[in-house]
């Protein structure tokens, strides 16, 4: 399947889906009876424009760039994890959990496949453990929660981009869960009623999330009539990508909550920071990308 689907030709595909979603934005502004709604949708989608490009454009770089990078997202998204979580126990932990995740991020990219899982294995269920076993506001549980999440997700994704045979999986994952965020918000702004997880995510609706679902759905079938993929692997793929983008979000979701803040602190006005932009494509990329590899598609 991966010698059909390239990063170009998924940048191709980005770019037409924001071409596509910018039209349908401009008719519900037109209508009356969305027009409230999809005013204020248009920030959002000017954001959106610069979330694709800087999730995409990177993978068509040389391997030591996109390490370059990683790098410095793993400085920032440290430092934002640091924020919330440090609220929780009145402490700063900016700059300890920025240098901790730039050295996560850098041995996950150089470490061997079969030691790595067996490491991430051991420290997963060791920071459940304590996790569980932790007060909310216990140091001891602020860490272990910070290390199921960013820490384990982000060394999963470090890994799977340092082969690059495994980027256009996980260009495929950010595209899909650009499209299932981008429209859970669309639907859950213009007809969203019923909460789905009110106590960790309030603004997340089962309209919207079927919404969501429906766009990636069209995503992935209008990718298998234009590359001539094939049809089940996809649908598994989104399958996959869906319910893990869901669990990344409410992983995301849930310090925040703990530290009682709407959104960690802020890259961009509209979408918040680079954990809001990306925590779900830090748990689906490496779960898409673990699939390909026991299902053999590379």
């Known amino acids: 399947m991966t010698s059909q689907l390239t990063v170009a030709l998924l940048v191709q595909a980005i770019g037409s889906a924001f071409a596509v979603g910018a039209l349908l934005l401009l008719t519900l502004t037109l209508l009356p009876a969305s027009r409230s709604v999809a005013r204020q949708l248009w920030p959002v989608l ?165 919404t969501g679902v429906c766009a990636t759905l069209i995503a992935l079938l209008s990718l298998v009539a234009w590359l001539g993929l094939p049809l089940l692997p996809m649908l598994i793929a989104g399958v996959v990508v869906v319910i893990s983008a869901i669990g990344g979000d409410l992983l995301g979701s849930l310090a925040k909550r703990q530290a009682g803040v709407k959104d960690y602190p802020a890259v961009m006005t509209v979408q918040g920071g680079l954990l809001d932009i990306a925590d ?7 779960c898409l990308a673990g699939l390909a590899v026991l299902q053999g598609w590379i």
Not at 280 to 286: K, N, S
């Open 46 to 210: 000017a954001s959106e424009a610069a979330i694709l490009a800087v999730g995409a454009l990177p993978w068509l770089l040389p391997p030591h760039a996109v390490l370059a990078l990683l790098l410095v997202a793993a400085a920032r998204i440290g430092y934002e994890s640091g924020s919330v979580h440090g609220l929780t126990v009145e402490k700063s932990f900016r700059v300890t959990h920025g240098l901790l995740l730039v050295a996560v991020t850098g041995v996950s990219w150089f470490a061997t496949t079969i030691p790595f899982l067996w490491a991430a294995a051991l420290v997963t269920a060791a920071a459940l453990a304590v996790a569980w076993l932790s007060l909310d506001k216990s140091i001891t549980g602020s860490w272990a929660r910070f290390t199921v999440f960013p820490v384990l997700p982000l060394a999963a994704f470090s890994h799977a981009a340092s082969d690059p045979r495994l980027w256009a999986l996980l260009v495929l994952a950010f595209f899909l869960v650009e499209m299932f965020d981008s429209f859970s918000l669309l639907g859950g702004k213009l007809y969203g009623r019923t909460p789905l997880v009110p106590r960790l995510s309030p603004r997340k609706t089962w309209e919207g999330l079927a």
């Open 280 to 286: 779900a494509w830090l748990v689906a990329g490496p």
